[in-house]
């Protein structure tokens, strides 16, 4: 079985962008949704060929969590 860290390291480093699963402070779920949808756009048109959905920082500083299942709804 592959494990994650395989399939990132199998794609050039500056091909892999990480994008936050997290809601800023007074952000709604919504515009978080929007705001990584956008990120995501503008890292796929800059060349990005794996983006990984990084929840790490959830729950710290005051920053909230993005369901996976959302980020990937649109």
Not at 27 to 42: D, G
């Amino acid at each position: 079985a592959m494990h994650v860290g395989d399939l990132i390291s199998a794609f050039p480093s500056d091909k892999v962008v990480n994008l936050a699963l997290t809601a800023g402070l007074g952000e709604t779920v919504r515009v978080a949704t929007e705001r990584l949808a956008s990120e995501a756009s503008r890292a796929v048109e800059a060349g990005a060929e794996l983006l990984v959905l990084d929840d790490a920082h959830a729950f710290t500083d005051g920053l909230g969590w993005i369901d996976p299942h959302l980020a990937v709804q649109r």
